[in-house]
């Protein structure tokens, strides 16, 4: 009943005011995000790629089922590119691959979805921003917390003043991730092992990394501040702003490493605390990433006042608290749309979307510093009016820029 339902919906839509759609990455998020839309009327997916034959059977499937005709499949994201009846793409492969997937996705004329954090490092962040400003395309960011009911109404508490003036922000996240011991193994025949790897270094396959576990690996992801950080320090900066211009951090000084899982081969530190300052208006903000969170959720952020009142948020709910510890009203906010449907409204409108690209780089990039600080052992500074790292501390990490692999190239945009 519900697929005939599904068919009924989409024969009212004409083909003109469908948004065509193109996924890059399947079997993980970019799966789950096409999930999310496959009922939309106004949406349809004509073309699936992912490096591995593998890991597209199951979405291959469900598009099929939905529309009644099995997609195009591809390899290479770039000769699915090449369609002009593709409007859109949604970018799920790993953080070492958004920055050429999205740029040459706008070079060809797409509007994009790309997964969080947005690159794999700072250059890439502000040359992405840069190339969806140039090419005019309208890019959302997987940051979904955004148009979620309990931070949207925290952010906008936040915002109204209410509370006084906000002088220490904390967001935090527990790290309990083990990625267990693999070795490497047979490339499988489905995969294209050296397009996955792309412009980073090469490294043996071990088929773990190439699934659940590259964000823990410093090639490939951004470990658990790009992961989880980008979320909770999005919100949490999206309070202290006045609108998708965010406010950025002067300086940075990270703490941490493997602490927590000696044994585990993952590189990204497991345990973290980070301390950002700001200037106008002048306040600290703190990341941590540790073991154990039994006073509070296992994510979250506070925004604390200089009397000591007290708003938190995470995930399913919010609260806030006076100075005296009294449990004060939390007025929930009205999210119109979800973070899906806002990036359909806004393909069609040509507005940016709540999560835009240049907003969302200025949180990848926060996150980049956290990280570029604890790879240089030293605190790292920020000036907004360049957009770049002052001085040289932080610049001959990961998290600032890379060399590509071979033949892959980096095209640079002005942010």
Known sequence: MGKQQNSTRRK?????????????????HGSWNMRKMLDMPEVEFAALCDVDDARMTNDIKQVTETYGKAPSVYKDYRKMLER??????????PDHWHALNLIHAVEAGKDAWCEKPISHNIVEAKSMAGAAKHYNKIVQVGTWQRSEVEFCSAVEYVRSGKMGRIVEVRTYHMDDQLTGRHSPKPVPESLDYDMWVGPAKYTPYVPEWTRAYWRYFFEYGCGMVGDWGVH??????????????????????SYGGKL????DPREWADTIHTIFKFENPDFIMTWDTG??????????????????????????????????????????????????????DCIKSREQPRSSLRSMAQTSIVCHLANASLLAGQPVRWRKESMDIVG????????????????????????
């Open 392 to 415: 040289s501390a932080g610049k001959d990490t990961l998290s600032y820029t890379r060399e590509y692999r071979k033949p892959w190239q980096l095209p640079i945009y002005p942010w």
């Open 84 to 93: 002009k009846d593709i409007d859109s793409v949604i970018i799920g492969t």
């Open 12 to 28: 009212r839509v004409p083909a003109s005011e469908r948004v065509v759609i193109g996924l890059i990455g399947c079997g993980g």
């Open 232 to 253: 909770m320090m999005d919100n949490a900066l999206l309070a202290m702003s006045k609108d998708q211009d965010l406010p950025m951090p002067v300086e940075c000084m």
């Open 260 to 263: 927590g899982y000696l044994d």
């Open 291 to 344: 073991r154990e969170h039994i006073s509070r959720p296992d994510n979250g952020m506070d925004w604390i006042t200089a009397d000591g009142a007290m708003c938190q948020a995470w995930r399913g709910g919010w609260k806030v608290r006076s100075a005296s510890g009294k449990k004060m009203p939390a007025p929930e906010v009205p999210v119109p749309t979800d973070h899906w449907q806002n990036w359909i």
